[in-house]
């Protein structure tokens, strides 16, 4: 997951732009947050543990001056929650320093690393993002030759802001996994991780980084190459379209709210109930309960109420977190009491938050949970950027849909087809990464997936 953010803008105030910019991306990773600046050269990196607010304040932004920013909210797919860990980090190369926040995640990062640390590169991180800012920092050509370099030997998912030389530099992996877009705010340039840190600054949405495409930015405009042949097809993440994506942002020219009003609706012609009410698990079950609402004239009602001030409890790191953030996130309203409802999410992948929530509807004493998804079973781990974690943990991965009704308690269980799903987003199945949801990668992947592997044995 993570969100980042750039800019360049010689008159303009770098870092509260990027801040905003971070606060619309906050949704993408909630472990830490940094900003770093350049002035004149010069660079400068605040980042510590904690959601934006945490962890800037007004005397802090103030003393973060320069002509270009970059930002970057942390979800941790590969190294573990820790200071070290969180991005924009730092790189003091053999040529130049490189500041580099990464969404996305390298299938080849250990090779790469071993190859790294073998010339002489120490790696002060756990992270995968690590090894490509090294390359970057310790390759003696020029800045955007030295990014397509090192482009040509990552293998995996990168959408990438990075600040290097005074310039302002982005670039995207050549399958095009997580989004990354270009906008202006007159002349100025921005890059975010999606339109809606766009919106949120002002900015105007331009195109976006081409896949396998590198940016370089400084006071002369815009400098561009096609650094990697883009893959074809492309295979951007569907889970972005159901989950991830704020609902405001636009991917691939489609509206993600839009998007999921549609799953709901084809959910409701695949696997219609009778039933009192429609409830989504906010927010991101939200669009499609609305959808799934209309299509069959079911009241739609809030009936779960969110603490909106805990985070989303599937990016927490720890699975007891996650199930106290359950807890500590939703309650239900009285109206459900003796009434046939229908709860309506984005995705089952461990089974715990569904399992509470339908006991916490039947304790608040609603007769029927129909429980409808607007994705089909996650089944399989992700090698690109989400923490789908081991896949014995994964429920759909060893039960049935009639296992895993019962495993969480509800009357009824029905996920949305592939082949509906795919047809909600208007983009071709062809262009789209659903290995979660298949099995079927678009790279070859590691056998298996460590997300701590780089961390220091722990001593007994």
């Not at 090779?111 to 090294?134: C, H, N, W």
């Not at 359950?326 to 409802?341: C, D, M, T, Y």
Request: aromatic residues 6%; negative net charge.
């Amino acid at each position: 997951m993570c969100g980042v953010f750039g800019v360049y803008a010689g008159e303009r105030d770098v870092a509260r732009l990027t801040y905003f910019g971070l606060f619309a991306l906050q949704h993408r990773g909630q472990e830490s947050a940094g900003i770093a600046v350049s002035e004149q050269g010069r660079l400068t990196a605040l980042r510590d543990l904690g959601l934006v607010t945490q962890v800037f304040d007004e005397q802090k932004l103030h003393g973060l001056q320069g002509q270009v920013a970059i930002g970057h909210t942390r979800y941790s797919t590969t190294g573990s929650s820790q200071w070290s860990n969180a991005q924009p980090l730092v790189q003091h190369g053999g040529v130049r320093t490189v500041a580099l926040g990464h969404n996305g995640n390298l299938v080849n990062a250990t090779a790469l690393r071993d190859e790294l640390s073998e010339s002489g590169v120490t790696m002060k991180a756990t992270s995968d993002s690590e090894v490509i800012a090294a390359l970057i920092a310790n390759d003696e050509a020029p800045l955007l030759d030295a990014v397509a370099n090192a482009m040509q030997r990552l293998e995996g998912a990168y959408s990438i802001v990075a600040l290097s030389e005074g310039k302002l530099v982005a670039f995207r992996d050549p399958h095009g996994f997580r989004p990354l877009v270009l906008g202006r705010i007159h002349d100025d340039w921005v890059v975010a991780s999606e339109t809606c840190a766009l919106d949120l600054v002002g900015a105007d949405f331009v195109r976006e980084v081409g896949r396998g495409e590198a940016v370089v930015i400084d006071e002369t405009g815009l400098q561009s190459v096609q650094a990697v042949e883009p893959a074809s097809p492309g295979a951007l993440c569907i889970f972005e379209f159901f989950y991830l994506a704020r609902p405001d942002t636009m991917l691939a020219g489609i509206e993600v709210h839009s998007a999921r009003l549609r799953m709901g609706e084809q959910l409701a012609r695949e696997a219609p109930v009778d039933a009192d009410l429609v409830l989504p698990i906010p927010d991101s079950g939200t669009p499609a309960a609305i959808g799934f609402s209309r299509a069959l004239g079911i009241p739609f009602s809030e009936g779960l109420i969110k603490n909106r001030y805990v985070g989303r409890t599937f990016i927490q790191p720890d699975q007891e977190l996650r199930r106290q953030g359950i807890k500590l996130k939703f309650n239900p309203l009285a109206e459900v009491s003796g009434k046939r409802v229908v709860v309506v999410d984005d995705s089952i992948v461990r089974g715990n938050t569904t399992q509470q929530i339908v006991q916490m509807l039947k304790d608040a004493g609603a007769t029927e949970v129909h429980v409808r998804i607007s994705s089909p079973p996650v089944v399989g781990q992700c090698f690109y950027g989400i923490d789908l974690a081991d896949p014995d943990e994964l429920i759909a991965n060893k039960k049935s849909v009639d296992e895993v009704r019962d495993y969480i308690g509800a009357t009824s269980l029905a996920y949305i087809s592939h082949d509906g799903l795919v047809a909600a987003t208007r983009r071709p199945e062809s262009e789209l990464c659903r290995a979660c949801l298949t099995g079927d990668y678009p790279t070859p992947v590691p056998l298996e997936h460590a997300k701590l592997r780089y961390e220091p044995a722990v001593r007994t």
